[in-house]
């Protein structure tokens, strides 16, 4: 059986299942980092760490963005068995995420600092967050190619070789973040620090491994003259592939931005909420990543669909990655709470922080089941060039609920449990919203192939 003729849901779990395990494979890495600084040096330094994460966020959003808009084109252009536009649409992505990535590098390493300070960092952890970040942010120009590369080859359909790449990444920082904690091998004892040097040498690896892998492979994206010669921008292209991203890069900003807000609050009740809220990001990750990877994939199958002109296939995309969410998703949901002190003493050791880290997760973790269908939808119109209506939708949710939901709940008598309250309703009504747009109007109009 041929993989077009296998059914539907076939081809999407095996599409899905690596593209899954890459993301987790991906919150793992950082989850074991977070776990020999928290085990290692300490409460501090894992707090150190977790004020940053919203900061570099931030800084590769539009790269996420472009990567999103390129990947709807690449998806339908692989889906036309259009090789060369594929080859078009990568070089020109990958020149203008050089050239972003650069400028985002020196912009942060620049301004490090001041965004701590303003941030409200705890004093007792910010010279700590100010250096591992500015580490982080040197290697942002490479690690923005590692992001591009691995979302082009989704769009072709190839999962297998980005999970590849995430575990050579993977392996590089678990070992070497012990290494330079603990000065092994003869290598310095560099403290929190430890961490951003090894992310760094994670993603070299992958790159030098991919350029290798796929030429001996002689994979169709693999760097060549006819690939070299696509380097050079096509600005038309480029305007296409913006108009796409943008959005879902703007998106991501008041997404990183609605984070940088939260961890702001949450600074407020000390480095120990600050730790809380470190773990409880890990652990929440692993329910949030397979459900955005149910999105994505959602997205490109759906883009190739349209592509190869297969348009009655979408309905049926859609409800296999509802149904999915409910499974997976829900699943992972279910083993959370089951396991909820067990996942936390991984990052945490102080009895107290533990406790609170355990309430929260018990507020808000069902609420990404109701994330898993709002992004299932999203990414259904995505696919077909409808990018502005998931965006305002999402935007709302962000600008109108979470945000000022988290300020004023924070400030009652509910405090720290007030901020995820508001991340619970926020996820509610996207569905809701989402979910309502793609019955009542993507689905009446037109879709037509963008390449």
């Avoid at 050239?99 to 001041?114: D, F, K």
């Avoid at 310095?188 to 030429?215: E, K």
């Avoid at 407020?268 to 909420?273: E, I, L, M, P, T």
């Avoid at 592509?307 to 309905?315: D, N, P, V």
Wanted: glycine share 10%.
């Amino acid at each position: 059986m041929t993989g077009s003729e296998r059914p539907l849901w076939q081809r999407f779990s095996i599409f899905l299942v690596p593209l899954m395990a890459s993301n987790i494979l991906q919150a793992l890495s950082g989850t074991i980092n977070s776990i020999f600084i928290g085990q290692m040096i300490g409460v501090e330094a894992l707090a150190a760490t977790a004020t940053f994460f919203p900061i570099m966020f931030f800084l590769m959003s539009f790269v996420i963005g472009l990567s999103a808009g390129a990947t709807i084109l690449i998806g339908q252009a692989w889906g036309a068995g259009n090789v060369q536009r594929v080859k078009e649409v990568t070089g020109t992505t990958l020149t203008a995420t050089v050239a972003l990535g650069l400028v985002v590098a020196i912009i942060g390493v620049v301004w490090t600092e001041e965004i701590m300070a303003l941030l409200g960092a705890p004093e007792n952890i910010r010279d700590m967050a100010v250096g591992y970040g500015r580490i982080v942010l040197i290697g942002m120009p490479g690690f923005f190619v590692f992001l591009v590369v691995t979302s082009v080859l989704r769009g072709v359909g190839d999962t297998v070789t980005p999970l590849w790449s995430l575990i050579l990444s993977m392996v590089v920082g678990a070992v070497l973040t012990p290494a330079l904690i603990q000065g092994w091998f003869g290598l310095p004892q560099l403290g929190v620090n430890s961490a951003a040097w090894a992310f760094i040498a994670g993603f070299v690896s992958v790159l030098v491994f991919l350029f290798v892998y796929m030429r001996a492979r002689n994979m169709p994206l693999a760097p060549d003259a006819a690939l070299l010669k696509a380097l050079r921008p096509d600005w038309k292209l480029l305007g296409l592939i913006l108009k796409l991203g943008v959005p879902a890069g703007l998106q991501m900003v008041i997404s990183s931005i609605a984070g940088i807000v939260v961890v702001g609050l949450v600074n407020r009740f000390g480095s120990q909420a600050t730790a809380a809220y470190g773990a409880l990001g890990q652990v929440m990750s692993y329910v949030q990543f397979p459900a955005m990877s149910i999105g994505i994939a959602t997205s490109i199958l759906g883009a190739q669909a349209i592509g190869a002109r297969r348009i009655h296939e979408l309905g049926a995309i859609t409800r296999t990655a509802l149904v999915l969410n409910f499974v997976i998703t829900g699943g992972l949901v279910v083993l959370a709470y089951l396991f909820s002190e067990n996942l936390v003493r991984l990052f945490i050791t102080d009895p107290e922080v533990i406790e609170l880290t355990e309430n929260l997760l018990y507020v808000v973790l069902w609420s990404i089941v109701c994330f898993g269908w709002g992004v299932a939808f999203s990414g259904m119109m995505r696919a077909s060039g409808m990018v502005y209506a998931p965006m305002v939708l999402a935007l709302a949710c962000i600008l109108l609920i979470e945000i000022p939901g988290a300020i004023w709940l924070s400030g009652t008598s509910l405090g720290l449990t007030g901020i995820w309250i508001a991340y619970a309703a926020s996820f509610t009504a996207m569905l809701i919203l989402q979910g309502a747009w793609y019955q009542f109007v993507w689905k009446r109009k037109p879709i037509v192939a963008l390449v």
